[in-house]
C-alpha cells in the first residue's frame, strides 16, 4: 500500500499528483469509493473524507511524523486542487471546447459529409481516451464496457477494416441509427458545454449516428460501397435492405456482446466489483434512478435482476433499430431523426442551464440580500 512506503513529505506529495488513484491504492478495498460523487465534474466530498484514516495507516509502517505530514500533504493538495479558482477555469475552458466541438461538427458535415468519418475517429479516440482516464480515477471504468462503447468499436472497424462490407454496414446502421441515438432520449444526454463527460456522452451516442447518415446518403465511393463498376444486381441487394438485415442480424451482434459483458460482469468479475465498490450501468439504473428499469428491478429478486435488466435492454435495441429501418428508406426520415436527437440533448442541456444554475444564481442573490438586510 502506497502509505506504507511513506518515508518524507516529497514522496508523499509526488504520488498525490493522481489524486484518485492514491486513495485508490492507500485505501483498503472499497473505502473511500464514494469521495467523488457519482455524475459530478470532479466535485470532491468533504464530508466523507477523513484524512486521519490514511494517516493511521502512514503510522503503522512509515517513518516517526509520517502522519502529520501526509495529512498536510493531503491537505494542501486537496484545496489546491478544488479552489474555486481553477474550477472556474476548468469550466470556461471546457465551454468554449465544447462548443467548438459543435461547431467544427456542424461545419464539416455541411463542408464534406463524405470524410466526416475521419474527423469523427479522430475525435472519439481522443474523448475515449480521455473518459479511460477520468473514469478510471473515478472507479467507474466498468462503464466502459457497455453496449455504446461496443458500438463504437464496432463502427470503427467497419470505417478502418472492413469499409466495404455489407454486413457491416447495415448492422452499424442499425445501431447508430437505433439505440444508439435514441439512448439521447433514454438516458437525458445533454449538450451542456463546459462539461466534458456530458459532451463526451452526446458525442459517443450522437457522432455514430451522424456517420451513419453520411455513409447512407455522401459516401466515399472510392472507400465504402460496391466499387464503380459493380453490375447492377449488387448495387441493388447492397442499397436494399430487410426489417431482418436491420433487427435480426444486429441482433446477433447485440447477443454476442450481451453474454461476453453477463460473463465479465456478473460472473468474472462479480466479487471484485463488489469488494471494490466500482460502479456499473447495471448498477446505476437498478438502483439510483428513476425509470423503467428501476421500477421493474424493485420488483424481481434480486438474484434474476442482471437477467431482467439484459432483456429489458435487448428490447429497447430491438425496438428503436426498427426506426433504422425507416431511415435506411429515407432521407427525410433519417435527417429528420438525427435533427430530433439534436434538438432533445441541446434541450437537457438548457434545462440543466437554466433549471440547475438558475437555482444557484438566485440562491446566491438571497444571500446577498440577507447579509445586506443584516448589515443595515
Not at 55 to 70: H, I, N
Not at 127 to 136: H, V
Not at 349 to 367: M, P
Amino acid at each position: 500500500m502506497l502509505v506504507h512506503a511513506v518515508d518524507d513529505v516529497g514522496h508523499a506529495v509526488s504520488e498525490l499528483c493522481n489524486l484518485p488513484e492514491t486513495f485508490a491504492e492507500a485505501a483498503p478495498a472499497g473505502e473511500h469509493a464514494t469521495l467523488f460523487s457519482e455524475g459530478s465534474s470532479d466535485e470532491f466530498d468533504w464530508e466523507l473524507f477523513d484524512v486521519g484514516e490514511l494517516g493511521d495507516s502512514a503510522g503503522k509502517g512509515g517513518s516517526p511524523g509520517a502522519k502529520q505530514r501526509l495529512q498536510a500533504a493531503l491537505a494542501a493538495r486537496l484545496r489546491g486542487r478544488m479552489s474555486p479558482r481553477r474550477i472556474l477555469l476548468r469550466d470556461k475552458l471546457a465551454f468554449l471546447l465544447g462548443s467548438c466541438q459543435l461547431w467544427s461538427v456542424a461545419y464539416w458535415l455541411g463542408w464534406s459529409p463524405s470524410t466526416f468519418y475521419k474527423m469523427y475517429t479522430a475525435q472519439v479516440l481522443v474523448l475515449l481516451a480521455a473518459r479511460w482516464a477520468l473514469y478510471r480515477a473515478k472507479r467507474w471504468h466498468y462503464y466502459l464496457l457497455d453496449f455504446c462503447y461496443f458500438a463504437n468499436l464496432l463502427l470503427l472497424g467497419h470505417l478502418w477494416v472492413a469499409p466495404r462490407s455489407a454486413l457491416l454496414s447495415k448492422v452499424t446502421h442499425a445501431f447508430n441509427t437505433g439505440p444508439l441515438a435514441w439512448s439521447t432520449v433514454a438516458f437525458r444526454n445533454s449538450m451542456v458545454y463546459h462539461d466534458l463527460d456530458k459532451v463526451t456522452s452526446v458525442f459517443l451516442h450522437l457522432g455514430p449516428a451522424c456517420v451513419s447518415w453520411t455513409l447512407r446518403w455522401h459516401p466515399d465511393s472510392s472507400r465504402f460501397g460496391l466499387p464503380p463498376d459493380a453490375p447492377a444486381a449488387e448495387r441493388q441487394a447492397w442499397d436494399s435492405a430487410t426489417l431482418m438485415q436491420l433487427v435480426g442480424v444486429p441482433l446477433l451482434f447485440y447477443a454476442a456482446w450481451a453474454v461476453a459483458y453477463y460473463l465479465k460482469i456478473f460472473v468474472v468479475s462479480a466479487e471484485r466489483i463488489r469488494q471494490r465498490g466500482y460502479v456499473t450501468l447495471f448498477t446505476y439504473v437498478t438502483t439510483t434512478t428513476k425509470g423503467v428499469y428501476a421500477a421493474i428491478a424493485k420488483r424481481v429478486p434480486r438474484q434474476y435482476r442482471p437477467q431482467v435488466y439484459l432483456f429489458l435492454h435487448m428490447c429497447f435495441c430491438a425496438t428503436t433499430a426498427a426506426f433504422s429501418w425507416l431511415a435506411w428508406r429515407s432521407f427525410a426520415l433519417h435527417t429528420g431523426l438525427l435533427a430530433a436527437m439534436g434538438a432533445v440533448s441541446m434541450w437537457h442541456g438548457a434545462s440543466y442551464y437554466f433549471e440547475v444554475f438558475a437555482k444557484r444564481y438566485l440562491a446566491e442573490l438571497a444571500k446577498g440580500s440577507s447579509a445586506d438586510e443584516a448589515a443595515q
